[in-house]
């Protein structure tokens, strides 16, 4: 039976080009010395094709537990890979790799009874070439949109009928077409190397090509040979550009955007393209955007999406940073600091807490749960070698145990201190030292955390039995250990009455955490009670933002 384009066969592309971009991740790195060498696109191809195979993942599991027919579930699959491979993309080789995504999602539910899974493959990429295109400020021949455009094209000189005719014909055409670079782009041909992008996009396209006729993936890339003369390396390109006059930009700023309207789009392009070059902008349909652009100008950048919607989970690479390594020396350009620490947390001040005590952070999304992608997006952003990640969330350890194997796998030491509040992470965070080994360091992280016992306060909303009665819709519940062990009438009377119990079997410092619309005098009042109740015990108060609990609490 012919194969066909199902939930089962995208689930297994995603997996098959993930790994098929792990393995070649090293090389594709190498040779990336277009727009900006800054040995990052094979990483960012897989960052972002991990993202989308996580998001495939999730619906998959979520469409089973629900039941869902085969129909409904590869139109939820293709909607999660594209929407997987959007939010996670990183780069513009990402971003042009979610568009790819995006194509084969928009095929899917525009088919109209029984199209062949051929026909459907080649709209897809016929779509997904238009979308790309149109997404790049200033398209240029001999990038991975070139590439795209012959897969695309050979995919409808294929015929519509056999998926694997298509497939094949397509990776074929990009195999050629990435050969055809070096002679396109004047840096290409410098270096004696193909596109970066274009590259990575064919070992995509082949990992399927692979799995519809049953062979084996090819570890063969297409000729010119991958790797980066002696005589030559990225370096020499980026000097080469800047002295015959091609303006340098200094950072690389991305960022997703909310509450855009499509009509705005061009206009947001025209700001950015003022400020800089490699603007990209692509979106999903429904609203969320990723955006992307070198520049100078960080503030002016960020400004731009402000005027057009909701800008978060942004980052800002320095190109001097990647570029510092020569790729001959056998150091990895990816990594511009030996030490990192990663916090997940839930709240704008809680983060801009934790920055300002010198972590990482990654901040909790509103409306979802912090995937496996997410957290090896984060460690890669930091750009360090050795990073510990600290979940803050019981629920997140499993999660960061899997990004932290995947992150090795990649060459970056990460170690995970399975701290199950923020709380404990800023009393890990508290006594991190850099210049410490990093084995007794995360040790002295550990302890610090296993020492910090926390608390918080929340309003019920329904009646429930509790460990300690029968609440009321209004009560506060005060919550330990994922259990309630105090039912108070106010937030007031309720920390006093938690932080009194918590406090029984001893503490030196008592930290309290305002959450997001919380009164601060309640704090105060508080803060004064305890001192009162306990003077032996220092009380510190923080606005933490977080939107789960009104007031958290932790005694260390």
């Known amino acids: 039976m012919p194969p066909t384009l199902d939930s089962a066969l995208l689930t297994g ?186 590259l990575g996009l064919y070992i995509v396209l082949d990992a399927l090509a692979a799995l519809v006729s049953g062979r084996s993936g090819t570890d063969r890339l297409p000729a010119p040979v991958v790797s980066v003369p002696e005589s030559v390396s990225p370096r020499d390109v980026l000097v080469a550009q800047r002295e015959g006059g091609r303006p340098g930009h200094d950072y690389e700023v991305m960022y997703l955007l909310e509450g855009m309207s499509a009509d705005r789009v061009n206009a947001l392009r025209a700001e950015l393209e003022a400020l800089g070059d490699c603007v990209s902008v692509v979106g999903d349909g429904d609203g969320l955007w990723n955006v992307h652009v070198h520049c100078t100008d960080i503030g002016a950048a960020i400004e731009a999406g402000l005027s057009a919607g909701r800008p978060h989970r942004i980052t800002v690479i320095r190109f001097a940073d990647q570029i510092g390594d020569d790729p001959g020396s056998g150091c990895d350009a990816r990594f511009v600091r030996d030490r990192a620490v990663l916090m997940v947390v839930g709240g704008a001040e809680i983060a801009e807490l934790a920055r300002s005590a010198g972590a990482a952070v990654l901040e909790r999304p509103r409306d979802r749960e912090v995937d496996v992608a997410d957290l090896v997006a984060a460690l890669a952003g930091t750009r360090a070698r050795h990073v510990v990640l600290l979940p803050n969330d019981s629920e997140l350890t499993a999660p960061a145990e899997r990004a932290a194997v995947l992150a090795r796998r990649d060459g970056q030491e990460v170690l995970v201190v399975p701290t199950a509040s923020v709380l404990q992470g800023l009393s890990a965070l508290a006594v991190h030292d850099p210049q410490r080994r990093v084995g007794d360091d995360v040790v002295a992280m550990a302890e610090a955390a296993a020492g910090t016992r926390t608390g918080g306060l929340l309003t019920a909303e329904t009646e429930a039995l509790t460990w300690v009665g029968p609440c009321e819709p209004g009560d506060v519940l005060g919550i330990t250990d994922g259990e309630v062990v105090v039912i108070a009438p106010d937030l007031a009377v309720g920390g006093l009455w938690l932080a009194n119990r918590m406090l029984t079997v001893g503490g030196e410092l008592v930290t309290v955490l305002l959450g997001e619309g919380t009164d601060p005098s309640l704090a105060d009042a508080l803060a004064a009670e305890l001192s009162r109740a306990h003077p032996e015990v220092d009380v510190v108060v923080h606005r933490g933002g977080q939107s789960d609990y009104a007031i958290v609490l932790g005694v260390e």
């Not at 089973?64 to 999660?80: K, Y």
């Open 13 to 198: 592309w995603t997996r098959a080009a993930t790994q098929a971009l792990e393995r070649h991740r090293a090389e594709i790195d190498r040779i990336n010395v277009f727009p900006v060498p800054d040995g990052d696109t094979g990483t960012n191809l897989l960052l972002t094709m991990r993202a989308a195979a996580e998001a495939v993942r999730r619906v998959r599991r979520e469409s089973r537990e629900n039941g869902d027919g085969s129909a409904r579930g590869v139109a939820a699959v293709a909607g999660a890979l594209a929407r997987g491979a959007l939010v996670g993309a990183r780069g513009n080789s990402g971003m042009i790799l979610s568009q790819v995504m995006r194509g084969v999602a928009d095929a899917l539910a525009a088919r109209a009874g029984p199209t062949p899974a051929g026909a459907v493959l080649a709209d897809a990429l016929c779509r997904a070439h238009r979308l790309a295109t149109a997404a790049v400020a200033r398209p240029q021949q001999g990038t991975v949109l070139t590439v795209l455009d012959a897969a695309a094209g050979a995919a409808v000189a294929a015929g519509p009928e056999r998926l694997d005719d298509v497939a094949l014909a397509a990776a074929e055409a990009a195999a050629g077409a990435v050969q055809a670079t070096t002679g396109q782009l004047p840096e290409l041909a410098r270096a004696g190397v193909v596109d970066a992008g274009g």
